[in-house]
């Protein structure tokens, strides 16, 4: 199975369960903001800490879950 593109994942964002992994690029298709501020934002703490799954060529990720609370303003 083919995953979803980014644009799709970004789309369809309020969709996804909240254990879901989204790249910095669909963060940044989410936020509108440059991955300069999303790295921003996570160092002044308004966003958490990205994982980096084990691999070489894999991307830090955020799950959805921790994105809509941070957006959310944690509530």
């Known amino acids: 199975m083919k995953?979803?593109?980014?644009?799709?994942?970004?789309?369809?964002f309020d969709a996804l369960p909240d254990s879901a992994q989204i790249n910095c690029t669909t963060l940044r298709i989410i936020t509108g903001k440059s991955r300069a501020t999303i790295y921003r934002w996570v160092e002044k703490g308004y966003l958490p800490k990205p994982r980096k799954p084990a691999g070489p060529t894999s991307q830090n990720s955020w799950t959805v879950g921790e994105i809509r609370h941070a957006i959310s303003g944690g509530e």
């Open 3 to 12: 995953a979803p593109s980014i644009t799709a994942t970004a789309v369809n």
